[in-house]
C-alpha cells in the first residue's frame, strides 16, 4: 500500500512585482493557510518518508509555513521538473519515488495537481467532484494505492480519501475574503 498526498501551494502575491513567475511570494493570505494547513496535518498524524516539491519560491515559502504549523520541518527534495509540470511530468516523478517510502508528500502548482489527481482516481466519488470543480490554493488531496512499488501507478489506480481546502479549516480563508 502506498499513500500519495499532493499540496498545492499557497496564494501568492501578484502584487509583487518580479520578474519571474517563478519567484513570486506568498501573499497575507496564503501564508495564514499554509500554517493552517500545516497545523492540520499534524492533527490527523500525517507522516512522510520523502517530500518532493518545486523550487518556485511559492512553494518553498509553503513549506516554510506548513512546517511551523507542522512543528517541524517537511526536508523536502527540490524537483526542478515539477515547477508547472504536465501531468505526464508528474506521473514521471511519481513512478520515480523510492520504493522504502510508502507515504510520499509532493508539494506543487496547478493545473498540474488537479489533472493528476482526476487522471488517477477513478469517476465518481463525491471527494473526486470536489477536486473536478476546484482545487485551490494550499489544498492537500491524498491518495491510497493498492501497489507494491510507486512504477505501478496508473491512471484509475487511486482511492481519494481526503481533499482539504483552506477554507474547511478556517471559512476566512476562503475565496470571498481578502
Partial sequence: MKTLTLLRHAKSGWDDPVARDFDRPLNPKGQRAAAMV????KSLGLAFERVVASPAV??????????????GDLAPAW?????????????????????????????????????LVLLLVPDGGALRDEVEIKFPTATLAEMTFDIAGWEEVKAG????????????LDPSLGPDTP
Fill in 38 to 41: 500545516g497545523r492540520h496535518m
Fill in 58 to 71: 511559492r512553494v518553498v515559502e509553503t513549506l516554510d509555513h506548513v512546517g511551523q504549523g507542522y512543528g
Fill in 79 to 115: 524537483d526542478q521538473r515539477i515547477y508547472l509540470a504536465s501531468t505526464a511530468t508528474l506521473l514521471d516523478v511519481v513512478h520515480g519515488l523510492p520504493e522504502g517510502a510508502d507515504h510520499v508528500l509532493l508539494v506543487g502548482h496547478n493545473p498540474g495537481l488537479e489533472e
Fill in 157 to 168: 489506480s487511486a482511492t481519494l480519501v481526503r481533499f482539504v481546502r483552506p477554507r474547511d
